[in-house]
Protein backbone atom coordinates (compact mmCIF):
# COMPACT_ATOMS: atom_id res chain seq x y z
CA UNK A 1 0.00 0.00 0.00
CA UNK A 2 2.84 2.61 0.92
CA UNK A 3 4.41 1.70 -2.51
CA UNK A 4 1.31 2.83 -4.62
CA UNK A 5 0.83 6.07 -2.10
CA UNK A 6 4.41 6.92 -3.07
CA UNK A 7 3.69 5.45 -6.79
CA UNK A 8 0.61 8.26 -6.86
CA UNK A 9 1.97 11.12 -5.20
CA UNK A 10 5.20 11.12 -7.46
CA UNK A 11 2.48 11.23 -10.41
CA UNK A 12 0.81 14.09 -8.47
CA UNK A 13 4.27 15.73 -8.26
CA UNK A 14 5.25 15.19 -12.14
CA UNK A 15 1.69 16.36 -12.95
CA UNK A 16 1.87 19.53 -10.99
CA UNK A 17 5.84 20.22 -12.58
CA UNK A 18 4.05 19.77 -16.11
CA UNK A 19 1.64 22.32 -15.26
CA UNK A 20 4.19 24.74 -13.44
CA UNK A 21 6.23 24.18 -16.60
CA UNK A 22 3.49 25.05 -18.99
CA UNK A 23 2.49 27.88 -17.12
CA UNK A 24 6.05 29.80 -16.56
CA UNK A 25 6.34 33.26 -17.56
CA UNK A 26 3.30 35.09 -19.32
CA UNK A 27 0.72 32.89 -20.25
CA UNK A 28 -1.52 35.05 -22.02
CA UNK A 29 1.37 36.62 -23.95
CA UNK A 30 1.59 40.31 -25.42
CA UNK A 31 -0.06 42.49 -27.96
CA UNK A 32 -0.22 46.13 -28.91
CA UNK A 33 -3.03 48.87 -29.74
CA UNK A 34 -2.46 51.70 -32.24
CA UNK A 35 -5.23 54.59 -32.35
CA UNK A 36 -5.30 56.80 -34.49
CA UNK A 37 -7.77 59.46 -35.26
CA UNK A 38 -10.31 60.63 -38.37
CA UNK A 39 -12.82 63.53 -39.03
CA UNK A 40 -15.17 61.19 -41.53
CA UNK A 41 -16.34 63.35 -44.76
CA UNK A 42 -18.55 65.44 -43.18
CA UNK A 43 -15.50 67.37 -42.01
CA UNK A 44 -12.46 66.40 -44.70
CA UNK A 45 -15.28 67.09 -47.72
CA UNK A 46 -18.69 68.78 -46.61
CA UNK A 47 -21.80 67.99 -45.10
CA UNK A 48 -24.39 68.06 -47.83
CA UNK A 49 -27.71 69.77 -48.16
CA UNK A 50 -29.54 66.67 -48.60
CA UNK A 51 -27.82 65.48 -44.86
CA UNK A 52 -29.82 69.14 -42.78
CA UNK A 53 -33.57 69.41 -42.49
CA UNK A 54 -33.08 72.83 -43.95
CA UNK A 55 -31.37 72.63 -47.13
CA UNK A 56 -27.95 73.91 -45.89
CA UNK A 57 -24.25 72.74 -47.30
CA UNK A 58 -21.41 73.20 -44.65
CA UNK A 59 -17.74 72.95 -45.50
CA UNK A 60 -15.02 72.70 -42.72
CA UNK A 61 -12.29 74.86 -43.78
CA UNK A 62 -10.44 74.31 -40.34
CA UNK A 63 -11.35 71.54 -37.28
CA UNK A 64 -8.56 71.94 -34.91
CA UNK A 65 -8.53 69.84 -31.66
CA UNK A 66 -6.21 68.75 -29.51
CA UNK A 67 -6.58 64.99 -27.97
CA UNK A 68 -4.56 63.83 -25.10
CA UNK A 69 -4.14 61.12 -22.28
CA UNK A 70 -5.58 58.31 -24.13
CA UNK A 71 -5.98 55.29 -21.69
CA UNK A 72 -6.20 51.70 -21.25
CA UNK A 73 -7.01 50.24 -18.64
CA UNK A 74 -9.26 47.05 -17.43
CA UNK A 75 -12.56 46.30 -15.47
CA UNK A 76 -10.60 47.07 -12.10
CA UNK A 77 -9.18 49.85 -12.86
CA UNK A 78 -5.56 48.52 -13.42
CA UNK A 79 -4.01 51.07 -16.03
CA UNK A 80 -1.71 49.46 -19.17
CA UNK A 81 -0.81 52.36 -20.68
CA UNK A 82 -1.15 56.01 -20.91
CA UNK A 83 -0.41 58.38 -24.16
CA UNK A 84 2.27 60.82 -23.34
CA UNK A 85 2.51 64.64 -24.57
CA UNK A 86 -0.70 65.46 -26.59
CA UNK A 87 -1.33 66.37 -30.36
CA UNK A 88 -3.00 69.07 -32.25
CA UNK A 89 -5.07 68.09 -35.45
CA UNK A 90 -6.51 69.58 -38.36
CA UNK A 91 -9.33 66.94 -39.30
CA UNK A 92 -9.75 68.86 -42.78
CA UNK A 93 -6.35 67.10 -43.57
CA UNK A 94 -7.72 64.08 -45.30
CA UNK A 95 -6.87 60.48 -43.94
CA UNK A 96 -6.51 58.77 -40.18
CA UNK A 97 -3.79 60.47 -37.81
CA UNK A 98 -1.89 58.60 -35.61
CA UNK A 99 -2.59 59.27 -31.63
CA UNK A 100 -0.11 56.33 -29.90
CA UNK A 101 0.60 53.26 -29.95
CA UNK A 102 1.07 50.94 -27.09
CA UNK A 103 2.83 47.99 -27.13
CA UNK A 104 3.65 45.07 -24.82
CA UNK A 105 0.24 44.95 -23.14
CA UNK A 106 -1.08 41.90 -21.89
CA UNK A 107 -3.21 39.86 -23.97
CA UNK A 108 -6.53 40.04 -22.47
CA UNK A 109 -9.38 42.28 -22.98
CA UNK A 110 -8.96 45.64 -21.26
CA UNK A 111 -12.44 47.14 -21.07
CA UNK A 112 -11.82 50.47 -19.75
CA UNK A 113 -10.45 53.14 -22.86
CA UNK A 114 -10.61 56.89 -22.40
CA UNK A 115 -8.91 60.38 -24.07
CA UNK A 116 -9.40 63.71 -23.51
CA UNK A 117 -9.67 66.65 -25.57
CA UNK A 118 -8.50 69.18 -23.81
CA UNK A 119 -6.17 73.17 -24.47
CA UNK A 120 -2.64 72.21 -25.96
CA UNK A 121 0.59 73.27 -24.48
CA UNK A 122 3.75 74.72 -25.79
CA UNK A 123 4.97 71.05 -26.69
CA UNK A 124 1.55 69.84 -28.21
CA UNK A 125 2.88 67.79 -31.25
CA UNK A 126 1.08 68.72 -34.66
CA UNK A 127 -0.43 66.83 -37.45
CA UNK A 128 -2.36 69.04 -40.71
CA UNK A 129 -1.88 71.99 -38.00
CA UNK A 130 0.23 75.23 -38.51
CA UNK A 131 2.24 76.40 -35.76
CA UNK A 132 -0.58 79.50 -35.53
CA UNK A 133 -3.14 76.85 -34.88
CA UNK A 134 -1.35 76.02 -32.20
CA UNK A 135 -0.69 79.18 -31.41
CA UNK A 136 -4.20 80.31 -31.55
CA UNK A 137 -5.53 77.72 -29.10
CA UNK A 138 -3.21 78.51 -27.06
CA UNK A 139 -4.15 82.18 -26.71
CA UNK A 140 -7.89 81.39 -26.31
CA UNK A 141 -7.17 78.44 -23.92
CA UNK A 142 -9.43 76.16 -26.25
CA UNK A 143 -9.33 72.61 -27.40
CA UNK A 144 -11.63 72.82 -30.58
CA UNK A 145 -11.70 75.80 -32.95
CA UNK A 146 -13.83 75.65 -36.31
CA UNK A 147 -13.90 77.65 -39.49
CA UNK A 148 -16.29 76.81 -42.08
CA UNK A 149 -19.03 78.40 -44.74
CA UNK A 150 -22.81 77.69 -44.77
CA UNK A 151 -24.44 77.91 -47.78
CA UNK A 152 -28.08 77.84 -49.49
CA UNK A 153 -29.05 78.89 -52.66
CA UNK A 154 -26.83 82.18 -53.35
CA UNK A 155 -26.20 82.90 -49.16
CA UNK A 156 -23.12 82.46 -47.87
CA UNK A 157 -22.65 82.48 -43.78
CA UNK A 158 -19.07 81.98 -42.27
CA UNK A 159 -18.43 80.53 -38.74
CA UNK A 160 -15.19 80.93 -37.14
CA UNK A 161 -16.08 79.47 -33.21
CA UNK A 162 -13.75 78.33 -30.61
CA UNK A 163 -14.51 76.25 -27.52
CA UNK A 164 -12.37 76.33 -24.48
CA UNK A 165 -14.21 73.38 -22.05
CA UNK A 166 -12.16 70.17 -21.69
CA UNK A 167 -13.61 67.04 -21.83
CA UNK A 168 -12.86 63.43 -20.77
CA UNK A 169 -14.55 60.46 -22.64
CA UNK A 170 -14.21 57.52 -20.93
CA UNK A 171 -15.73 54.01 -21.02
CA UNK A 172 -14.95 53.90 -24.53
CA UNK A 173 -17.55 51.08 -26.55
CA UNK A 174 -17.74 50.38 -30.25
CA UNK A 175 -17.90 47.90 -33.00
CA UNK A 176 -15.47 45.33 -33.52
CA UNK A 177 -15.63 42.54 -36.13
CA UNK A 178 -19.41 42.60 -36.14
CA UNK A 179 -19.26 42.89 -32.52
CA UNK A 180 -19.91 45.47 -29.72
CA UNK A 181 -17.09 45.54 -27.14
CA UNK A 182 -15.94 47.21 -24.61
CA UNK A 183 -12.57 48.88 -24.87
CA UNK A 184 -9.96 47.27 -26.28
CA UNK A 185 -9.02 43.54 -27.43
CA UNK A 186 -5.38 42.89 -27.10
CA UNK A 187 -4.58 39.58 -28.46
CA UNK A 188 -1.17 37.89 -28.17
CA UNK A 189 0.81 38.93 -31.46
CA UNK A 190 -2.08 41.39 -32.41
CA UNK A 191 -2.44 44.62 -32.63
CA UNK A 192 -6.18 46.27 -32.34
CA UNK A 193 -6.74 49.16 -34.74
CA UNK A 194 -8.54 51.52 -32.80
CA UNK A 195 -10.40 54.84 -34.33
CA UNK A 196 -11.16 57.90 -32.23
CA UNK A 197 -13.79 59.12 -34.89
CA UNK A 198 -14.66 63.09 -34.75
CA UNK A 199 -18.52 63.79 -35.43
CA UNK A 200 -18.66 67.32 -37.19
CA UNK A 201 -22.01 67.39 -38.12
CA UNK A 202 -22.29 67.49 -34.15
CA UNK A 203 -22.29 71.01 -33.76
CA UNK A 204 -25.66 71.34 -36.12
CA UNK A 205 -27.92 69.02 -34.03
CA UNK A 206 -31.02 70.39 -32.50
CA UNK A 207 -30.72 68.41 -29.48
CA UNK A 208 -28.04 67.60 -26.90
CA UNK A 209 -29.22 64.07 -26.17
CA UNK A 210 -32.19 62.50 -28.29
CA UNK A 211 -30.86 59.97 -30.79
CA UNK A 212 -33.27 61.54 -32.84
CA UNK A 213 -31.57 65.00 -33.11
CA UNK A 214 -31.96 66.80 -36.38
CA UNK A 215 -29.04 68.66 -37.76
CA UNK A 216 -30.21 72.78 -38.72
CA UNK A 217 -28.37 75.54 -39.46
CA UNK A 218 -31.34 77.86 -40.49
CA UNK A 219 -31.68 78.99 -36.62
CA UNK A 220 -27.73 79.92 -36.99
CA UNK A 221 -28.24 81.74 -39.97
CA UNK A 222 -30.58 84.02 -38.60
CA UNK A 223 -28.74 84.54 -35.50
CA UNK A 224 -26.45 86.55 -38.03
CA UNK A 225 -28.02 89.99 -36.18
CA UNK A 226 -26.10 92.35 -38.51
CA UNK A 227 -25.86 90.26 -41.85
CA UNK A 228 -22.35 90.86 -42.53
CA UNK A 229 -22.24 87.45 -43.50
CA UNK A 230 -20.20 86.20 -40.02
CA UNK A 231 -22.20 84.14 -37.24
CA UNK A 232 -20.51 84.96 -34.16
CA UNK A 233 -20.54 83.29 -30.84
CA UNK A 234 -21.69 86.12 -29.44
CA UNK A 235 -24.65 86.95 -31.78
CA UNK A 236 -25.19 83.12 -31.02
CA UNK A 237 -25.15 83.83 -27.36
CA UNK A 238 -28.22 86.54 -28.31
CA UNK A 239 -30.86 84.34 -29.21
CA UNK A 240 -33.11 82.52 -26.61
CA UNK A 241 -33.93 78.90 -27.40
CA UNK A 242 -37.55 79.44 -26.93
CA UNK A 243 -37.45 82.61 -29.52
CA UNK A 244 -36.45 79.83 -32.23
CA UNK A 245 -39.23 79.26 -34.35
CA UNK A 246 -38.06 76.35 -36.89
CA UNK A 247 -38.85 74.02 -33.89
CA UNK A 248 -37.74 73.17 -30.49
CA UNK A 249 -33.97 72.37 -29.12
CA UNK A 250 -33.77 69.89 -26.81
CA UNK A 251 -31.75 70.51 -23.96
CA UNK A 252 -31.98 66.80 -21.86
CA UNK A 253 -30.44 67.39 -18.47
CA UNK A 254 -28.93 70.27 -19.43
CA UNK A 255 -30.89 72.58 -17.60
CA UNK A 256 -28.73 76.24 -17.31
CA UNK A 257 -28.41 75.83 -21.52
CA UNK A 258 -31.32 78.72 -22.68
CA UNK A 259 -29.40 80.30 -25.66
CA UNK A 260 -27.78 78.87 -28.69
CA UNK A 261 -24.37 80.03 -28.09
CA UNK A 262 -23.90 77.83 -24.56
CA UNK A 263 -25.97 75.28 -27.00
CA UNK A 264 -23.55 75.18 -29.29
CA UNK A 265 -20.90 74.94 -26.98
CA UNK A 266 -22.20 71.92 -25.38
CA UNK A 267 -22.50 70.37 -28.83
CA UNK A 268 -18.72 70.61 -28.73
CA UNK A 269 -18.34 68.05 -26.17
CA UNK A 270 -20.54 65.58 -27.98
CA UNK A 271 -17.94 64.94 -30.76
CA UNK A 272 -15.56 62.37 -29.81
CA UNK A 273 -16.79 59.00 -30.78
CA UNK A 274 -15.38 55.35 -31.09
CA UNK A 275 -14.85 52.76 -33.29
CA UNK A 276 -16.95 55.40 -36.01
CA UNK A 277 -20.66 54.86 -34.27
CA UNK A 278 -19.33 53.88 -30.74
CA UNK A 279 -20.06 56.11 -27.70
CA UNK A 280 -18.37 57.21 -24.73
CA UNK A 281 -19.45 58.84 -21.61
CA UNK A 282 -18.22 62.50 -21.77
CA UNK A 283 -17.89 64.75 -18.79
CA UNK A 284 -15.18 67.49 -17.13
CA UNK A 285 -11.99 66.86 -16.61
Not at 1 to 16: D, F, G, K, P
Not at 106 to 119: G, T
Not at 126 to 148: K, P, Q, Y
Not at 273 to 285: A, I, K
Amino acid sequence: MRNIERMCAAAVSLAAAVLAGCSGGDASGTGSVAFSTWGEAYIEEQIPASDLEDGWSIRYEKFLLVLRNVTVADRDGNVGATMQGSILVDHTKPGPKPVATFEGLEAKPWERVSFEISPPDADTALDGATEEDRALLLDAGASVHVEATARKGDVEKHINWTFTAATRYAECTGEKDGKEIEGVLVTNGGTDLVELTIHGDHLFYDDLQAAAAKRRFGPIAAADADDDGAVTQEELAAVRLVAIEEGPYGTGSAGDVNDLGAFVAELSRTIGHFRGEGECVSGDL
